[in-house]
């Protein structure tokens, strides 16, 4: 059974630094697509950040060189890394894991396990 838990959300200033974290548990973090998204009210889910096997990383324009994705293989752990902070920002964060081939990292359609979620609210 796949459980995805994230934590580490909360109120920031703009300009501020957040950082998330997601356990895994039910499968191995080190042979599958992990990636964030992050959804605000009344708008679609988005894909933030996305991390590969070979650790390779893709990020959302809106977020490039302000967040930085991470996994420890060790504890099953994914993070963001999310630094000057905007108000636009704010958000559910959700962790995102196993994946198919199809789509691409930041449509939703892609994974098929996601954590419940962590807010993210920035002023």
């Known amino acids: 059974h796949v459980q995805l838990v994230e934590s580490g959300g909360g109120s920031a200033l703009a300009g501020g630094s957040v950082k998330l974290a997601c356990t895994a548990s039910?499968?191995?973090?080190?042979?599958?697509?992990l990636a964030w998204f992050r959804q605000s009210p009344g708008k679609q889910r988005e894909g933030v950040a996305t991390?590969?096997?070979?650790?390779?990383?893709k990020y959302a324009d809106s977020v490039k060189g302000r967040f930085t994705i991470s996994k420890d293989n060790a504890t099953n752990t994914l993070y963001l890394q999310m630094d000057s902070l905007k108000p636009e920002d704010t958000a559910m964060y959700y962790c995102?894991?196993?994946?198919?081939?199809?789509?691409?990292?930041?449509?939703?359609?892609?994974?098929?396990?996601w954590g419940l979620g962590t807010q993210v609210t920035v002023s």
């Open positions: 039910g499968f191995d973090k080190s042979s599958t697509c």
């Open positions: 991390i590969g096997r070979d650790d390779t990383t």
């Open positions: 995102a894991a196993v994946c198919t081939y199809l789509y691409t990292w930041d449509d939703h359609r892609k994974y098929s396990n």
